[in-house]
């Protein structure tokens, strides 16, 4: 009876915050069996997470850039505790990680999901392949949320997706595990002064395409700090058949309206180019999963490139400023650059 008790309060998944805004936040996650669950602030609000085992708190009415601490429970007790950051509402001070290409469960994700742990982001963002050697139900908890459990507990999550993370049924495992704003396929975020417009490069961004016409409305509203994310970098041979079309038609308008940093997977090393028309393509495929050597092949303008570690991308961002520092599990800061916004 103990232990059946005792299954029935563990948690297989989560809590995760996600889709964080100044006002609103999405809490996630799974219970062992089937169980009436809510979340409970410290200011003694509870919001019902329903019944079943996947299990989602909508939190409402948040004050921006206020720190949360939160429980979750069932009629049965205390399943957790996690904490997050309702995004600031102004430039302020703020800590966020990048990294790609690392669903692997494997020793190195564990190694990265460490570094980046230690560093207390106040959110994740991922640049997709988020799973190997597919996105299916039945590798996530391997791949994403054990790996990465102590940083979800505090820490918002912003993911994209990438080409493995699709072999599974056009993505809709993961889409169904996680939360995100917009259509969760793309979407756009602020945090601060920084928007971040996340596109789904496996998706088509042709003339009169859906994702096209969100990416020129989201990439087009004003922000100090402006960054993009997708999987794919949109130059050769990384990116391959689906380089062109971003090229083509989504290059231009991260030139035109002023985005300075484009943050990208896929390619298997760390990559920074060269100013590229007022813009930096960053790659950071260097989570966990096995890593190339192609970026010598890679023809990103007059790119600075990493590669043999596993690491991630910190960016710190006070007021105007950002710092953006690419560090590896090793503890070594293997890139290191500024930017200023006006």
Same mark, same amino acid.
């Given at each position: 009876?103990?232990?059946?008790?005792?299954?029935?309060?563990?948690l297989?998944?989560?809590?995760?915050?996600?889709?964080?805004?100044?006002?609103?936040?999405?809490?996630?996650?799974?219970?062992?069996?089937?169980?009436?669950?809510?979340v409970?602030?410290?200011?003694?609000?509870?919001?019902?997470? !329903?019944?079943?085992?996947?299990?989602?708190a909508?939190?409402?009415?948040?004050?921006?850039?206020?720190h949360?601490?939160?429980?979750?429970?069932?009629?049965?007790?205390?399943?957790?505790? !996690?904490?997050?950051?309702?995004?600031p509402?102004?430039?302020?001070?703020?800590?966020?990680?990048?990294?790609?290409?690392?669903?692997?469960?494997?020793?190195?994700?564990?190694?990265?999901?460490s570094?980046?742990?230690?560093?207390?982001?106040?959110?994740?963002?991922?640049?997709?392949d988020?799973?190997?050697?597919l996105?299916?139900?039945?590798?996530?908890?391997?791949?994403?949320?054990?790996?990465?459990?102590?940083?979800?507990?505090?820490?918002?999550?912003?993911?994209?997706?990438?080409?493995?993370?699709?072999?599974?049924?056009? !993505?809709?495992?993961?889409?169904?595990?996680f939360?995100?704003?917009?259509?969760?396929?793309?979407?756009?975020?602020?945090?601060?002064?920084?928007?971040?417009?996340?596109?789904?490069?496996?998706?088509?961004?042709a003339?009169?395409?859906?994702?096209?016409?969100?990416?020129?409305?989201?990439?087009?509203?004003?922000?100090?700090?402006?960054?993009?994310?997708?999987?794919?970098?949109?130059w050769?041979?990384?990116?391959?058949?689906?380089?062109?079309?971003?090229?083509?038609?989504?290059?231009?308008?991260?030139?035109?309206?002023?985005?300075?940093?484009?943050?990208?997977?896929?390619?298997?090393?760390?990559?920074?180019?060269?100013?590229?028309?007022?813009?930096?393509?960053?790659?950071?495929?260097? !989570?966990?999963?096995?890593l190339?050597?192609?970026?010598?092949?890679?023809?990103?303008?007059?790119a600075?490139?990493?590669q043999?570690?596993?690491?991630?991308?910190?960016?710190?961002?006070?007021?105007?400023?950002?710092?953006?520092?690419?560090?590896?599990?090793?503890?070594?800061?293997?890139?290191?650059?500024?930017?200023?916004?006006?």
């Amino acid at each position: 009876m103990i232990a059946e008790a005792v299954a029935a309060l563990a948690l297989t998944r989560g809590p995760v915050a996600e889709s964080v805004t100044r006002r609103s936040a999405v809490i996630s996650f799974r219970t062992a069996a089937p169980d009436h669950s809510f979340v409970t602030l410290r200011n003694g609000a509870r919001v019902d997470a !329903g019944t079943g085992v996947d299990h989602v708190a909508r939190l409402t009415r948040l004050t921006p850039g206020r720190h949360y601490t939160y429980t979750v429970r069932t009629d049965g007790g205390v399943l957790a505790e !996690g904490r997050f950051r309702a995004a600031p509402a102004r430039a302020a001070r703020f800590t966020f990680a990048v990294v790609g290409d690392f669903g692997s469960g494997t020793q190195n994700e564990t190694a990265v999901a460490s570094l980046i742990e230690s560093w207390h982001p106040d959110f994740v963002l991922t640049v997709g392949d988020n799973a190997y050697p597919l996105g299916s139900a039945g590798l996530l908890d391997r791949d994403i949320f054990g790996p990465y459990a102590a940083i979800m507990r505090e820490s918002a999550w912003f993911p994209a997706l990438g080409n493995h993370d699709v072999k599974e049924n056009d !993505g809709k495992p993961e889409l169904e595990a996680f939360h995100s704003l917009g259509n969760e396929r793309w979407y756009r975020f602020t945090w601060g002064n920084a928007a971040v417009v996340v596109l789904d490069s496996n998706v088509s961004v042709a003339p009169g395409s859906p994702q096209l016409r969100f990416a020129r409305r989201s990439l087009a509203l004003s922000s100090c700090f402006r960054f993009a994310a997708w999987h794919h970098p949109p130059w050769e041979p990384a990116g391959r058949s689906l380089s062109p079309g971003l090229r083509r038609n989504i290059v231009p308008l991260v030139e035109k309206d002023g985005t300075q940093v484009v943050f990208e997977g896929h390619l298997h090393a760390y990559a920074r180019s060269r100013p590229h028309h007022g813009v930096l393509y960053v790659a950071v495929g260097t !989570g966990g999963a096995d890593l190339d050597n192609d970026a010598g092949d890679l023809t990103i303008p007059s790119a600075r490139v990493v590669q043999g570690q596993f690491g991630a991308l910190r960016v710190d961002v006070a007021g105007r400023a950002a710092r953006f520092r690419y560090q590896t599990v090793d503890g070594i800061v293997r890139d290191d650059f500024r930017l200023k916004c006006s």
